[in-house]
């Protein structure tokens, strides 16, 4: 079984400032732990992954994420917020004993960026 | 570009209508996507896993006669909500599934029953 904790349903951060989403997760198995943005009325979008090797993953508009095994966590950053930045996080667990591509999705965190 | 296609956005329609939605994979061969509930300020709640010429899979709780799953060509699954209600209206997404790589996500459909 797998699961993942988001912790914070909102996060506000001035626009500039450092973005820390955070996202702990369970997983029985070597976990495969991704990052998706979601924007009103649209669906996700990949923003990086983790599979295997380098635990420190770089994704698409700035963002990256660390897995630390040793914390069970996959907490995500950025050095500066956008006002585009603004959307819905989802942290997501899967693995491969799973049906293929099957994925648990934590409730997700509103990100709002003021100006 | 996009990857998968997911049609219509919108819907409204009258309670007890049956309303059908199209998820296409237009670059990969889609053996396996999932259909996904939204609810607002919520996550995503897997609802069934389409497998292309076989029965879906349905989550525990989801009506599997409410919701009719069809994936007969390796490009395109289809849910249908069968006699839809006003709890019915949601957000409903699919993806597609690549083994241990991520999901390519539909764009979502709004549906909402009056």
């Known amino acids: 079984a797998q699961s993942v904790t988001q912790l914070g349903s909102h996060v506000s951060v001035s626009e500039g400032a450092l973005v820390l989403l955070r996202c702990n997760y369970s997983?029985?198995?070597?976990?495969?732990l991704f990052w998706y943005v979601q924007y009103p009325n649209q669906g996700l979008q990949l923003l990086l992954k983790?599979?295997?090797?380098?635990?420190l993953v770089k994704g698409i508009n700035g963002f990256e994420a660390e897995f630390k095994k040793s914390e069970t966590s996959f907490h995500l950053t950025k050095p500066s917020a956008h006002m585009s930045d603004a959307a819905e996080y989802f942290c997501?667990?899967?693995?491969?004993?799973?049906?293929?591509?099957?994925?648990?999705f934590g409730d997700g965190t509103t990100l709002t960026v003021k100006p | 570009g996009a990857v998968v296609s997911q049609h219509p956005s919108w819907v409204i329609c009258k309670s007890g209508t049956s309303v059908k939605i199209e998820c296409r994979s237009l670059?990969?061969?889609?053996?396996?996507m999932f259909w996904y509930r939204q609810f607002p300020k919520q996550s995503l709640m897997l609802m069934a896993t389409?497998?292309?010429?076989?029965?879906?899979?349905?989550e525990q709780g989801v009506e599997k006669d409410k919701f009719l799953i069809n994936h007969a060509s390796l490009t395109l699954s289809t849910l249908t909500v069968t006699s839809a209600h006003p709890e019915d209206s949601s957000f409903y997404i699919c993806?597609?599934?690549?083994?241990?790589?991520?999901?390519?996500f539909g764009d979502g459909t709004r549906l909402s029953i009056l």
């Open positions: 389409s497998n292309e010429g076989s029965k879906a899979t349905y």
């Open positions: 993806s597609l599934g690549q083994g241990n790589q991520p999901q390519h």
């Open positions: 983790y599979t295997t090797g380098a635990t």
């Open positions: 997983s029985s198995v070597p976990p495969y």
């Open positions: 997501a667990v899967s693995d491969l004993s799973t049906n293929a591509g099957k994925s648990t």
């Open positions: 670059d990969f061969q889609a053996t396996t």
